[in-house]
Every structure is written in C-alpha cells, then in structure tokens.
C-alpha cells in the first residue's frame, strides 16, 4: 500500500519510526490521577473520623471512593494514549502508509466507533489507490502504444488547436519541418506548410467547415524544388461538450511515387503507339501489298481486257478496305463527347436485329431471339448504339455459327436502377480465360480465317463510354460468351 501510494504522488518519508509518547505526558497523567483521587477522598470521607464510629459506617463510602478512583485512573491512562494511537495512525496515513488500526479492548472501550470508521476509510483508500494505479497503468500502456503507432507512421502527423497552433508531433513531422517537437509547439499550420494559391484555399475550407480531406493531392515549395504531397485531415472535439475543435493532419510524400507513375505512363503511352502502329501495318500490309502486286500485273500490259479489267475491281476493293480501316482508326481514336441525344434502345436492338437477318444473318442460319423489357429510352443517338449492338451482335451470329450444333444468339434487355442493361448471349465456344481481357484492346480479334480487324469492340467500348456507359464481357459465364452493355437511362420529355 505504501508503494501505490507513493505512485499516485503521496508525500511519504521511509523509514520513520511511530512517534514515542513524552515523558512530560507521563508526567502529566500521575498529576492529574493523584489530584483527582485526593479531590475524591476530599468528598468521600468526611474530615471527622470519629463520626465512623462503626466498621459498617466506612465500607460504603470506601468502596465508592475505590471505584471512582479504578474508573478515573482508566479514562486518564486510556484517553490519551487512544488520542494518541489515532494521531500517529493519521501522521501514517497522510505520509502514505495506509495501515488499520489494531487497538486494545481498553481503547476500543473509549474510541471503538471512531478506530472502526477510521479503518473502513483506510480500505476504501487502499481500493481507491489500487484503482488509481491500474488506470495509470493502463494510461502509460495506452500512452506507449499511441507513441509506437506514430512512431511508425510514414508520414509527417501533427495535431493542431482551432487557432492553427500545432500541439503534437511526430518524428517524421520534425524531419519535414527541421525542428523539433518543442520548437514545433504552437506553431502556424499555414506558416509551416509553403502552399500554393489551391492548397491554401483547400485548407482554409478544410478548417473553414470542418471538412475530413481524404487522400488530396497538394504541392510543397521546398526549397527551390517542388514536392508532391498527399494530405488527409481528421477533426475533433478536445472533450465530449466541448466547443473548440482540434484536428490531425498527415502529410505522406509522394513526389517519388509521382515520378515512378509518370514514367509508368510514358512507357504505357509507347506501348500503346508501338501496339497500335504494329496492328496498323499489319493490316495494312496485306491489302496494299495485294495492290502492288496487281498494279505490277496491269504494268506488264500482256492480260486481256478482261483481266485489266479484274485487276482494276481488286485494286479498288483493297483500297476501300484501306480506307475502311483508316476511318475505323480515326472513330477509335476520336475523343470528343457525345451529344445528349436519347432513342429507345429496344427499338434500336429490332433494327438491327432485322438488318442482320435480312443480309449478312442468313447465309449464317443462327436464330436471334429476344427478351426484351418494355420501351425505355437511353441516352444516345441511332446513329451510335447501331454501330455498337452490329459489332457485338455479328459477333456473337458468328460465334455461334462457328461452334454450336443448334446455334442461337439472345439479346435481352432490362431495366436496373438508373441505368438499362443489355446481354447479348451466344452458345458458341466462349472466350478464353485468358483472352477475355484482351477483346477490347484495338487490332485484337479471334477470328482465324483473317476476316477480322479487330477493331468492332474496341470501337463499340469507345462509343459506349463516352455515353457515360459501360461495356464487358461476362467472367463468370462459361455456355458460350456473354457481353453486357449498360447505358444511362434517360426520361420522357412528354412525361
């Protein structure tokens, strides 16, 4: 008990002895025991001896006298020797040594209520003080563990009042400001940070309506070089009723990251390029080497008319299939927004549906069924959603054609949330696993037999998400190949 006392602060002095009683006490006691016993007799016996004539006449009042006597000399013995056991226990207690108090049945006679109520509150400062010992504990823990978690942050982390005055810091926010934690101490968050025009203006409305900032990326002017930074701010109440709000504000540098990120997206840039112009020569090769080649045979002037004139049709169809894929190219590549123009989507998919069966869909004989929702209309014009419902649409016609007995193609549409969906479902083959994130990418195709340029996809992707849409092919759907369009649905304007 001693020790915790100790902990919690108590002024204690080891090793002191119990105070001892003065001999002027002792002294003190045989005065007045002697002077009340004379003041007794004085009463008792009367001065004339010669009126107790008779032994019964003495006894009484000699056994009075001997009673009061016995009764005085136990209240002036054990009186002050309990006053003075109360007084050196409380000397203990205030110096930290909480220890009951174990009195004589003489004591307890004059001061039982008084040592039994001094007791029970020892104990109740003893729980009192275990109490407080164990919530020290649990504060130094809890104190080592916060120290540990900041110790161990990557960032630099301060903590700052409502004026903007930092009141705590880490490690790694004294390596980034070049100062330590006491110079740090009340310090101007807007003095510390060099910020730009936007980073000012993000912290003043940050702090202005206390607003978390999550992840905001902000730049630093250190020194004569700029550092990219992320910033995340946390605001709090210093208590529960408090009015005055305090916040925590991290600052993790990624100007490193930055730079690996850019080269990252140089070396992404020249990939694409080199992917793209490797694809374009590749298609390209082929009709205009077919147009060299019979150019060479009109050159030599020995075919017949009839040839000449062969040679000229096949001249001509690899030169507009050159241009074909220059202007698929030049729709792939095209940037610009769609105007917000809307169409009813199922009407839309009957179109098409019909143009396929009517011209290239028969010589395939793949049936299209359709489950379609009532009419709803999508954002986007005839004009764009036909080119993106032919492409995957004869795709899914061919695939089907290619590996199926019974070969049929699905197109369903319904409505989910804001937004309509469209599937397009063959029993084909499927695609690969490990193509299936390949479909979209330009010049990509499966098709073998060359009939493929490989750009449907990719330019139907292009269209639908500058719609504000979505285009994928299903990973989780195994009887064939699944491709799921999703467009903003769009409403009535006579509704």
């Known amino acids: 008990m001693l020790k915790s006392a100790t902990d919690h602060g108590m002024v204690v002095r080891s090793g002191r002895r119990p105070l001892p009683i003065a001999p002027s006490s002792i002294i003190l006691r045989w005065m007045l025991f002697l002077s009340t016993l004379g003041i007794v007799l ?7 001896f010669e009126q107790f004539d008779t032994p019964e006449k003495i006894i009484l009042p000699l056994v009075l006298a001997v009673a009061l006597t016995i009764m005085l000399a136990v209240y002036l013995f054990a009186f002050p020797h309990g006053i003075a056991i109360i ?3 409380i000397l203990n207690a205030t110096e930290g040594m909480l220890q009951p108090i174990k009195a004589s049945r003489r004591i307890s006679l004059f001061f039982g209520p008084i040592i039994k109520d001094y007791n029970i509150l020892i104990q109740n400062m003893g729980s009192l003080f275990h109490e407080m010992e164990q919530s020290q504990l649990s504060i130094i823990s809890d104190r080592n563990r916060n120290d540990a978690i900041l110790r161990s942050l990557s960032g630099a982390l301060v903590t700052v009042d409502s004026d903007f005055g930092v009141t705590l810091s880490n490690k790694q926010a004294e390596q980034q400001f ?12 807007f003095e510390l940070l060099s910020l730009n025009e936007d980073g000012r203006e993000l912290l003043r409305d940050a702090f202005l309506y206390e607003q978390q900032v999550n992840n905001k990326e902000i730049v630093l002017n250190d020194g004569e070089t700029l550092r990219y930074y992320t910033l995340n701010i946390t605001f709090f109440r210093q208590s529960q009723n408090a009015v005055e709000y305090g916040a925590a504000v991290m600052l993790q540098d990624i ?4 730079k690996l990120q850019e080269l990252s997206h140089q070396s992404e840039k ?23 080649g019979y150019s060479q045979l009109l050159n030599e002037g020995v075919a017949s008319d009839e040839k000449r004139l062969q040679y000229g049709q096949m001249i001509y169809h690899e030169a507009k299939r050159c241009a074909r894929i220059i202007e698929n190219l030049r729709t792939f590549a095209r940037r610009d927004v769609c105007q917000p123009e809307s169409c009813d989507i199922n009407a839309v998919i009957r179109d098409v549906i019909e143009t396929i069966n009517n011209c290239p869909g028969k010589n395939h004989g793949v049936l299209i069924e359709t489950d379609l929702a009532a009419d709803v209309l ?13 492409n995957v649409i004869m795709n899914a016609v061919q695939a089907a054609q290619g590996g199926a007995s019974e070969p049929r193609v699905l197109v369903a549409s319904y409505v989910e949330k804001d937004g309509v969906v469209v599937t397009i479902t063959d029993n084909g083959p499927g695609v690969p696993q490990t193509q299936r994130n390949k479909v979209f990418d330009a010049f990509f195709t499966t098709k073998l037999d060359g009939s493929g340029l490989g750009l449907g996809l990719a330019i139907s992707q292009s269209i639908v998400t500058r719609l504000g849409g979505s285009l994928c092919c299903d990973p989780e759907y195994d009887d064939g190949a699944r491709f799921t369009l999703t467009l903003p649905q769009t409403i009535r304007r006579d509704a």
């Open 87 to 89: 007084h050196r226990s």
């Open 42 to 48: 004085s009463m008792v016996l009367p001065f004339h």
């Open 378 to 390: 999508v954002r986007g014009a005839d004009g764009q959603l036909d080119i993106v419902l032919v």
């Open 270 to 292: 020249y990939l694409a390029i080199g992917k793209l112009a490797g694809g374009v020569a590749h298609e390209l090769n082929t009709p205009l080497g077919t147009i060299v």
């Open 178 to 189: 070049g100062l330590n934690s006491a110079d740090l101490l009340g310090k101007n968050l």
């Open 255 to 258: 100007t490193e990251y930055k």
